[in-house]
């Protein structure tokens, strides 16, 4: 059993900046590809953004595609969205997700390529 749990949301005005974390307990973190996702109220749960194993291949949602930056640290088990220039439609909850199965693509963005999920943090972009 994996533990994820993401911090850093909150509130932020439109055009301003938040960091969120992802925390793993995995023993095999670096085998892991990982991913962003996010629900709004109302709203299937959407792929934000995915990275592959080393952090050299990454994958961004359309909406997000030059704002938003996903990194990973495989020293310290952690995975981080970098959000820039937010907008109100960007308000959901957030979640990060871990794949344990074996893997044979770089980068996954479905919700059932998936095997383990955080609780998930909400972020609120005021206008």
């Known amino acids: 059993q994996v533990h994820l749990e993401e911090s850093g949301g909150g509130l932020v005005q439109a055009g301003g900046s938040l960091t969120l974390s992802c925390a793993s307990s995995s023993n095999y973190f670096t085998s892991e590809p990982m991913g962003w996702f996010r629900q709004a109220p109302g709203q299937v749960r959407e792929l934000v953004a995915a990275?592959?194993?080393?952090?050299?291949?990454?994958y961004y949602a359309d909406s997000v595609n030059g704002r938003f930056i996903i990194s990973r640290d495989n020293v310290k088990n952690t995975m981080s969205l970098q959000m820039n220039n937010v907008r109100p439609e960007d308000t959901a909850r957030y979640y990060c997700?871990?794949?344990?199965?074996?893997?044979?693509?770089?980068?996954?963005?479905?919700?059932?390529?998936?095997?383990?999920w955080g609780q998930g943090t909400q972020v609120t972009v005021l206008s």
């Open positions: 990275i592959g194993r080393s952090g050299d291949t990454k």
């Open positions: 997700a871990t794949r344990e199965r074996i893997s044979y693509s770089y980068t996954y963005r479905g919700e059932d390529d998936y095997d383990y």
